[in-house]
Every structure is written in C-alpha cells, then in structure tokens.
C-alpha cells in the first residue's frame, strides 16, 4: 500500500513519487536546460555573429523545446488532480488551515538540526514548488504567443499571419522578415505583442533564479535530513529514521 513503510535496520523506505511525477521532473529538466541553452544564443545573436537567419532557426529550436515543455507542464498540471497523495495539489500549494503553523514548526525544528520529516514537500519546499510552476505556466503561456507572433507557428500563427499580411502583396510573410506584411498591422502586432516578451524576459531571469534555490535548497536537505530526496527522483522512494508528519 501506499503509506506503508519498509523497514531497513533503523531505516524505513517510503514510496512517495508516482511514475509520472518524476517523468515529468526529468522532461522539465531536459526542456528547461535546452530552452535556457538556446535562449542565451538568441539573446546574444550579435555577440556571437548570428545571421537572421540563424537567429529564425535558433527560434525554432527553442519553439520546439517549449512544445514539449508545454505539453508535460499541461500533464502534470491535471495529474495535480489525479495523481497520488503527494502528486496533488493538495500536498503542493501552501494552503489549508495548518500550513502557517506547519511551516513555522519546520523552520524551527530545522534551526535546531532535527528538521520534522516530511514524505512529500515540506512547507519550505511547497512554497518553492508553487512559485516555480507559477514561473513555469507563465512562461509556457507567453511562450506559445510568442511562437505565434515570432515564428507564425500555433496555436495562433495562420491568426497572426492573416492579420499582418498585406492583402495587396504578392509576397509570403515568412519568419524574421517584414516583406509581405502590411506596415501598419505590423507595427499594430508587434505593439500586442511587446508585453508577452517582456513578461517572458523577466520572468526567464526569475526562473532562472528559482532553480538555482531549488537546487540548492535539495541539497541542504539532502545533507541535513538524509532522506534520499535526489534519488526519490528516479526510484520514487525516500527512506527515514523516524515517522514522516504526513504519513
């Protein structure tokens, strides 16, 4: 059964992450890793004498790397709801009548070097945790309109196309060209879109920020509570000396 425990000497295993939790942890990081890869080079497209056309291609290497990331951030936002205890949101959002406490117990008993032991988040982590999939859904949500706006690809690209496109021009609008379009639609489009990169910019930095606490904050705990927190990422179990709160 689920919270059912094995034990080892004075060890004992708990299974905590589904299967599909951690494929989606692992996909996330393959994406994000790529998508942060490529967006340096677009970012520094002079810098690194990148053509235009190297810059279009770079984009969609980096709208190819955001599908994917979008499509597992749409998983796992519905396994919120269908997955196992620790999977849902109930465990992840920091919400419910006991979180405050819960989370000012664990700060303390974490200060004093016996840290209350948690199978799923603790109530530092579910704060982490739900600023991170805020940051991750806005930039799926800004990077989907860019695609469409950049690159004319879905969901809105033939949309965008359409409405950019000069009516009395022979030529195809194509990606990273203004030939074909009509200046005043373009201008128009490129105006809706300004606060989509902006956001998308901003919130990339902050992003950025928030793995490197995340991975930070995994290997404080990892070091002080010896739960197998990284590899509970690839066999889904964590192991403890003494009862987990949320058991």
């Known amino acids: 059964m689920q919270n059912q425990g094995t034990q080892t000497d004075n ?20 994406c994000i ?31 190819y790397f955001g599908y994917v990331f979008a499509a597992n951030l749409c998983w796992r936002l519905i396994w919120g709801f269908i997955g ?21 117990e664990y700060i303390s008993s974490a200060r004093k070097g016996d840290a209350v032991a948690y199978k799923g988040h603790n109530p530092v982590a579910r704060l982490m945790v739900t ?4 940051l991750l859904t806005t930039q799926a949500i800004t990077g989907l309109t860019l695609a469409s706006t950049d690159l004319y690809w879905p969901p809105f690209g033939d949309q965008i196309k359409e409405w950019v496109s000069d009516k009395n021009s022979s030529v195809e609008v194509r990606a ?20 989509f990169i902006t956001t998308h910019l901003y919130v990339f930095y902050a992003l950025v920020i928030a793995i490197v606490l995340h991975i930070a904050g995994v ?13 509970a990422m690839f066999s889904g179990k964590k192991v403890f000396l003494k009862k987990p709160v949320d058991d």
Do not use: Q
Request: proline share 3%; glycine share 6%; hydrophobic share 50%.
């Open 11 to 30: 060890l004992t295993m708990y299974s905590v992450w589904d299967r599909s939790t951690r494929w989606f942890h692992w996909i996330n990081v393959i």
């Open 33 to 63: 890793i790529g998508l942060i890869a490529v967006a340096l080079f677009i970012l520094n497209n002079k810098a690194f004498g990148i053509s235009n056309d190297g810059k279009v291609l770079l984009k969609m290497i980096h709208v």
């Open 84 to 104: 196992n205890r620790y999977a849902r949101w109930s465990a992840i959002l920091p919400m419910g009548k006991h979180f405050l406490c819960s989370l000012l």
């Open 131 to 134: 600023a991170l999939f805020i």
């Open 176 to 195: 990273g060209y203004k030939e074909g379009t009509d200046p005043a639609s373009y201008k128009a489009m490129r105006d809706f879109r300004k606060p």
């Open 219 to 231: 290997v404080v705990t990892e070091i002080r509570e010896k739960n197998g927190i990284v590899s």
